[in-house]
């Protein structure tokens, strides 16, 4: 090939990530790593242990346990063929219609959540054999196919728990609650509002349901009111009732806060359940407000439902969803169960935390080493082997630089201090320590200067 027909080729492709995804970058994943620590400090407290499960499972788990009604599972999920037929078909060219004709055993999806996952482990390994109740958190990426926006994206990133066996004691759910407001507590989140709400157990909430549908369906047939329903709710006054009381749309204000409200139609059971919850949580000093219109988007939801709101978020301000699920792990295959359980957004946590000034601004270090000459070199290397080894973040250039360029990249690189290493420091065993805030310097020996240092990190400077 000619030069000149090599400088006409294309450029090659700049690559973006994909719609709906992300790369999290320094210095926002340093707030990233001090929320996942602190969950990890909070939730031992509580007995918790992490669990990790697998990011893709059997589609069949996902629509079995959220229900193939949800918008979760018939919208949002990314599945594929299972591995060995697909791989077959496609070698062979046999891919038209594909996807349809696949056997649902043969299709694996990308977790929308992991509660499923946790439920199908404990079955797996026989965890009902283990002290009851067992106490799992996990965080990672799920995967919804949602339209992309501020709080909402394709992967996205949950911290939750769940509480697995067991009694349903209204304790346990308090304590669930507690743990996580302890958590937002820690993290000095702003503006956390708990909203709470029993939607029932499958003795009264198939009637309210009804109840719901009939009166909906009133609402629907009536010249008058019907066209204030938006298309959402038509749908779901078939499918899911309950979702239509999480609608946001205006027009259809009015007409939710006429239908019959749930806490009215709660068997005896559930209602004893609830007004329990409450007091416990009182006991434990956390304050709610009840929302007779909080119901999730998941269907193994039964009596205690809830969710965290904060500050900062705009529309998506829902930060933690959870509710007791006590049907589920025998809707899998495993004994009956109780459990109960919470999803935090880690995004929309993280997004809260930045707005109301929570997060760091910059990676900084604490000393960058200034230095100059080949046997300063060597002196300027063991000093940052020492002062890693005592923990000190260090900044070491890789090249000789004059004085004054280095301390500007010191100052750039937000660094606390600059250790001037010169030829005159190396031989009369002196270190210059320049404090970049005030410009203050002082002369110390080796073993002063790492005292120093250490003094003023225990001090907080
Ligand atoms: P929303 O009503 O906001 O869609 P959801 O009911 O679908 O929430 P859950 O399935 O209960 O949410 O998940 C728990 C939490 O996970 C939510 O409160 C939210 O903070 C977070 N979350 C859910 N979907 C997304 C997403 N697509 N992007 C970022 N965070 C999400
Ligand atoms: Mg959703």
Not at 175 to 204: H, K
Request: glycine letters at 10%; aromatic letters at 8%.
């Amino acid at each position: 090939m000619s030069e000149g027909a090599a400088k006409k080729e294309e450029k090659p492709r700049k690559f973006q990530a994909i719609r709906g995804t992300r790369d999290l970058l320094p210095p926002e994943t340093a707030l990233w790593n001090r929320v996942e620590q602190t969950a990890d400090e909070v939730f031992s407290t509580f007995g918790f242990g992490e669990i990790r499960v697998p990011i893709f499972e059997s589609t069949d788990l996902f629509a079995r346990s959220i229900g193939a009604e949800t918008d979760v599972v018939s919208k949002e999920m990314y599945t594929f063929g299972g591995f060995a037929e697909f791989s077959a078909r496609v070698r062979e060219g046999r891919v038209e219609g594909m996807l349809s004709e696949m056997s649902p055993e043969e299709m694996i999806s990308l977790r929308p959540e992991a509660t499923a996952s946790v439920c199908r482990a404990y079955i797996e390994h026989n965890m009902q054999q283990l002290p009851q109740p067992v106490k799992l958190y996990y965080m990672g990426p799920m995967f919804r196919r949602e339209r992309p926006q501020k709080g909402r994206y394709r992967q996205f990133y949950q911290i939750g728990a769940e509480v697995l066996g067991g009694s349903d004691a209204p304790a346990i759910d308090a304590e669930v609650i507690e743990m996580v407001m302890t958590f937002f507590d820690r993290l000095e989140l702003q503006g956390a509002q708990l909203d709470i709400n029993s939607i029932g157990d499958r003795n009264c909430r198939p009637k309210y349901v009804e109840l719901l549908r009939a009166e909906l369906l009133k609402v629907r047939d009536n010249p008058a009111t019907a066209g204030r329903l938006g298309p959402d709710t038509l749908r779901r006054i078939e499918t899911n009732p309950l979702r239509v009381l999480d609608s946001k749309l205006e027009s259809e204000q009015a007409i939710i806060a006429k239908l019959p409200r749930i806490a009215d139609h709660l068997c005896e059971e559930c209602a004893a359940h609830y007004a329990a919850v409450k007091h416990q949580l009182e006991m434990r000093g956390v304050i709610y407000r009840e929302n007779w219109r909080l119901v999730r988007g998941l269907d193994y939801y039964m009596r205690t439902t809830f969710e965290i709101t904060a500050q900062g978020l705009g529309s998506q301000n829902a930060v933690c969803g959870g509710g007791r699920y006590d049907g589920l792990v025998e809707l899998l295959g495993g004994p009956p169960t109780k459990g109960i359980g919470f999803a935090i957004g880690e995004d929309r946590l993280i997004l809260s935390l930045q707005e109301s000034g929570k997060a760091p601004t910059q990676q900084g270090r604490d000393v960058y080493i200034a230095w100059m000459g080949e046997r300063a070199h060597a002196t300027a290397i063991r000093a940052a082997k020492d002062l890693r080894k005592a923990g000190f973040s260090v900044e070491l250039p890789p090249v000789e630089q004059k004085f004054g360029k280095a301390l500007g990249q010191a100052d750039k690189l937000g660094a606390k201090y600059a250790l001037i290493l010169g030829d005159n420091e190396v031989s009369e065993g002196l270190w210059t320590l320049k404090t970049l805030a005030d410009g203050s310097q002082a002369k110390f020996t080796e073993p002063d200067l790492l005292e120093h240092l250490r003094k003023q990190k225990a001090g907080g400077l």
